[in-house]
């Protein structure tokens, strides 16, 4: 086997793995704190993607796109637990009542994005994605650099936030036991607001790495969805550590399957690997609560 | 004028099969998937085939349509129905994924995304029929069939098994052999629904059986209330007959007609799920405690 | 994105001018209706867009020219490039407005509807969708466009003979169309004195090309041929590109899109297409061009061409049916085609064969800076 392919396989795979660690974290975070299966976090990701997109085409600084991006993360992700998923939990909250209002939020804001922003294919135009040979056969971009380096830089920020502030911890117990929360004293409504602030800001630069690299459709938050998902389990449902470590493994395996496949089963064989998870270890790879 | 709205009709009979059935899973057994198009899809390509290859007849394609689908969905059901919730959906979400790549791939049986062509349209028994009223024949046996099952001690160790899957199990109900049917049923039911969409379209193509058409039975039923026995009819109904509906508002600009039908029918789901989680049909204050 | 908002905006443009309205006096009787069944809504809704304007522009003229006895109504029908849609949409123009003429896009909205109105006997023309799969659907399924296999045959002498690129891979979406180049590139390019060395099929969905860029690139091709179509030729062309694909692309007439032309990327990209000289042409194609570009404020691409085309035909062959007396069905329609053959279309002299199939000249184009520079052909 050519083992610079090989090497520029795994390469590729990692940079999409850092994009799918992001998400499948803000996922793993939010699931893993309030049970909230926030299948809209997709929808997330398409509209910072979007925002920031149309902050570069106005001409904006990267900066101030950037922090549009995470706004409007920020905002969608606060806006969905309070109109949507509180409501629907204060009656009752059946898994699948919230997944349908989800997915329906979902459709809305595919749709939305394709009206205002055109459908079909959007990028930024930036030489960041250029890759330039770095090893005979071996072509790398520096957005490999950017997207490595914000993926660790953010998910240590995001590892300290959690063991070592007052909020953190609190979002841990949360996790652990909601009932606790509230003998405490502390408002287990604000820190869930708290945790689809952290999570859904974690979708944010994920999409703009994807702007930057595949570009985007209005349809993209399905497939970011799907991922996200499918890394929360097969990391193991609770485990940040297992969400991010199994995003990468998800983009790396999508990448290195062209060594043994042929090109069109990439796209199957993430959801291979899900299936296999499923079926023979529930629990993901670093499972701290068993599948029920 | 009337072959316009007999094929509404029969997409309409069509549609209602498969949110009946998957109402089956969901609001009777507790089973949530999103995969149902899946087995749409293989009932219409089984049937396509019987038609295309061995006769035409509108009963055999039926039958080995939904035997087909019957059969894979409990292969696949077995070993997935040992998890529940989020994992199931996830699984039937990944095998959604997968069977649209197989469709493509499996050229011999499925024609690929050229699909298959030629499909002769349906007969009984050697004499040619409409698909209207096949569609509809199937549509009320099936509900028959739930209508009975749900009645009989079958339908009553879903229930409970979906209010409460350990209580079921201690008083000694084979939970996994009796989702495993249910699951079974309401795929070979889609199987149906399949072979029927085939002779009625004489063309079918993977473009039919994709993530979105699952949403759009999930929505059918949820719309019209999940647990209800006439509630997806309803609901399959109102979603068909959306686009047609939007027509007369002028003030949607053609162009978006197609977005402003999905994004009804997403809000739809939201708010539904928001004030009323039983459904346009649901009984309210049932669907409060159990939806 | 300013690309793909223009046709929306040009079709509502159009739209809201109603140009038909009222006019009905003038000439006798309930008017014609031409049907399209374009994807207005979805992932291809941009060439519903393009599609659209075409066909428009052709009605205005015929109105203009007075070409037949009755005002002609446009009744668009959504289809989102689906076959289940398209059914429908089918459906009601056949059953519902009684159309005379159909317009289709779309290989699988094309055999979905073939069968409808192979039944009804109403005309179904397609200009847009070129899988070889479409010839000979039904005797009233005709195409405006040289099917695929005839723009990928005529691309090969160029690109081995003047551009020495003998070595050639293939990135496709396997659907009819991909099979039918990857067959042509696999039995012809040896005879062109090339060779295929490599196919690499993606899913119609897939967005990541990143890792079919290394494979592409182990197998050192002079040239890669795209085979896909929509939003996705864009992200096939950055994925090579960003990846270290930097060797000639090449592709056929779907990629003639506004996004593909605004993409910094797909500069230099070569593609087949009808052969059409707005500028030096004859009266016919300099009027559509001119009109064109005053009631869109841009260049018309092929596939405006092609509806123009596609309806203007209508305009003929009614024009020739209610002179011999007529009405205007399927089948007059049809015999009328058989018996003419030669029409004056946009581009010149388009000629059908006995299956509906129009043949046209086939020219090489490359994309440079945003325009297209003929090449060859």
Redesign the interface.
């Known amino acids: 086997m050519?083992a610079m392919?090989v090497l520029?396989?795994l390469l590729?795979?990692l940079?999409?793995g850092a994009i799918y660690a992001l998400t499948a974290a803000g996922f793993a975070l939010i699931f893993g704190t309030t049970r909230v299966f926030h299948v809209a976090h997709g929808a997330t990701f398409t509209l910072a993607g979007y925002v920031f997109v149309f902050a570069w085409?106005a001409g904006w600084h990267p900066a101030l796109g950037v922090l549009a991006a995470v706004a409007v993360a920020v905002l969608f992700g606060i806006g969905m637990e309070r109109f949507v998923y509180r409501p629907i939990q204060r009656h009752e909250g059946s898994f699948f009542t919230v997944f349908v209002a989800a997915f329906g939020v979902s459709i809305v804001v595919q749709n939305l994005v394709?009206m205002v922003?055109?459908?079909?294919?959007?990028?930024v135009?930036t030489t960041l994605?250029?890759?330039?040979?770095v090893l005979p056969?071996v072509?790398l971009?520096q957005v490999f650099w950017v997207a490595i380096g914000v993926a660790v830089v953010l998910f240590v920020a995001l590892t300290a936030f959690l063991s070592r502030t007052h909020a953190g911890v609190a979002l841990r117990a949360l996790a652990q036991n909601p009932d606790l929360i509230r003998a405490y004293g502390l408002s287990s409504s604000r820190l869930s607001v708290l945790t689809f602030a952290l999570g859904s800001a974690l979708a944010a630069p994920a999409a703009i790495l994807m702007a930057m690299?595949?570009?985007l459709?209005?349809?993209?938050g399905n497939?970011v969805m799907l991922l996200s998902m499918a890394a929360t389990m097969v990391g193991g449902v609770g485990s940040l550590r297992g969400a991010a470590v199994a995003g990468v493994l998800l983009g790396v395996a999508?990448?290195l399957v062209?060594l043994v496949l042929?090109?069109?089963w990439?796209?199957a064989a993430s959801f291979l690997v899900l299936f296999g998870f499923i079926l023979f270890r529930p629990t993901g790879l670093f499972g701290v609560v068993a599948a029920r | 004028?009337?072959?316009?709205l007999a094929?509404?009709a029969t997409?309409a009979a069509i549609f209602a099969i498969l949110a009946v059935t998957l109402n089956f899973m969901v609001g009777y057994a507790g089973i949530f998937s999103v995969a149902h198009a899946v087995f749409f899809g293989l009932g219409a390509y089984a049937g396509a085939q019987v038609a295309l290859h061995l006769v035409p007849d509108a009963l055999a394609a039926c039958a080995v349509a939904a035997l087909i689908a019957g059969g894979l969905s409990l292969c696949l059901a077995l070993p997935a129905l040992r998890v529940r919730g989020e994992y199931f959906v996830a699984a039937s979400l990944g095998l959604q994924m997968m069977a649209?790549?197989l469709f493509?791939?499996a050229k011999g049986l499925t024609g690929?995304?050229?699909?298959l062509?030629?499909i002769p349209p349906p007969r009984l028994f050697g004499f040619a029929v409409g698909a209207l009223p096949l569609s509809l024949a199937a549509l009320a046996l099936i509900l028959l069939a739930i209508a009975a099952m749900a009645r009989g001690s079958f339908g009553r160790t879903l229930q409970s098994i979906r209010d409460a899957e350990s209580a079921a199990e201690a008083l000694g109900k084979n939970v996994a052999v009796a989702k495993a049917l249910a699951v079974a049923f309401a795929c070979a039911g889609a199987g149906v629904a399949g072979a029927l969409f085939a002779l009625h379209?004489?063309?079918?193509?993977v473009?039919?059986f994709t993530l979105e058409q699952s949403v759009l039975v999930m929505a059918m039923v949820i719309v019209g209330g999940t647990g209800t026995l006439l509630g997806p009819v309803v609901g399959a109904v109102l979603l068909l007959s959306l686009?047609a509906g939007l027509a007369f508002l002028p003030f949607i600009?053609?162009?978006?007609?197609?977005?402003v039908?999905?994004i009804i029918y997403g809000l739809a789901m939201t708010l539904l799920m928001i004030f009323r989680p039983a459904g346009l049909v649901g009984d309210l204050s049932r669907g409060r405690s159990e939806a | 994105?300013t690309a793909?908002?223009f046709?929306?905006r040009g079709?509502?443009g159009s739209?809201l001018a109603a140009p038909f309205i009222g006019r009905a006096s003038a000439q006798g009787g309930d008017p014609y209706v031409v049907g399209t069944l374009f994807?207005?809504?979805?992932?291809?809704?941009?060439y519903?867009?393009v599609f659209t304007a075409g066909a428009q522009l052709a009605l205005e003229h015929i109105e203009q020219d007075r070409m037949l006895k009755r005002p002609v109504r446009l009744q668009?029908e959504?289809t989102?490039?689906?076959?289940?849609?398209a059914?429908?949409g089918m459906?009601?123009l056949?059953?519902?407005d009684r159309a005379n003429w159909t317009l289709v896009g779309f290989?699988?909205v094309s055999?979905?509807v073939?069968?409808i109105g192979d039944r009804a006997k109403v005309i179904m023309v397609n200009g847009g969708a070129v899988?070889p799969?479409l010839s000979g659907?039904s005797p009233y399924f005709w195409n405006v466009i040289p099917l695929a296999h005839l723009e990928t045959r005529a691309l090969l002498p160029y690109l081995v003979g003047q551009r020495g690129a003998k070595r050639i891979a293939l990135v496709y979406?396997?659907?009819?169309l991909g099979?039918a180049i990857l067959g042509i590139l696999r039995d012809e390019l040896p005879k062109a004195g090339g060779q295929l060395v490599g196919s690499?099929?993606?899913?119609?969905?897939?967005?990541?090309?990143?890792?079919?860029a290394?494979?592409v690139?182990?197998v050192r091709p002079d040239a890669v041929y795209i085979a896909s179509f929509?939003?996705q030729q864009?992200?096939i062309i950055?994925?090579l590109?960003?990846?270290?694909v930097s060797q000639l692309l090449c592709s056929y007439s779907a990629m003639n899109l506004d996004?593909v032309r605004s993409?910094?990327e797909a500069n230099g990209l070569i593609f087949t297409g009808q052969k059409v000289d707005f500028e030096g042409g004859d009266a016919i194609t300099r009027r559509f061009a001119a009109d064109f570009r005053k009631a869109n404020g841009k260049e018309p691409t092929i596939y405006n061409v092609n509806y123009y085309n596609a309806t203007r035909l209508f305009g003929l062959l009614g024009q020739q049916v209610e002179a011999e007396g007529g009405q205007l069905g399927g089948d007059s329609l049809r015999a009328a085609l058989l018996k003419t053959r030669k029409f004056p279309l946009v581009g010149g002299t388009g000629e059908f064969d006995d299956a509906g199939n129009m043949m046209a000249a086939i020219e090489v184009n490359e994309l440079r800076d945003g325009r297209l520079n003929r090449l060859a052909g």
């Open positions: 050519d392919l520029q396989l590729g795979g940079q999409t085409n394709g922003a055109g459908r079909g294919f959007a990028n135009d994605s250029r890759a330039v040979e056969e072509f971009a690299t595949t570009g459709n209005e349809a993209v497939h999508e990448s062209l042929d090109t069109q990439a796209e | 004028m009337t072959a316009y094929s509404l997409l649209l790549t493509s791939e690929g995304l050229g699909g062509i030629g379209m004489q063309f079918v193509n473009e039919s686009p600009p053609p162009t978006e007609v197609g977005a039908q999905q | 994105m793909i908002r046709g929306r079709l509502l739209a994807p207005l809504s979805g992932p291809n809704a941009e519903g867009g668009a959504d989102q490039a689906l076959p289940q849609q059914v429908v459906n009601k056949v059953n519902v290989t699988a055999k979905a073939a069968p899988g799969d659907l979406v396997d659907d009819p099979d690499f099929s993606v899913p119609r969905t897939a967005q990541q090309f990143g890792p079919v290394a494979r690139r182990q929509g939003a864009s992200q950055k994925g590109r960003d990846n270290g996004s993409l910094p």
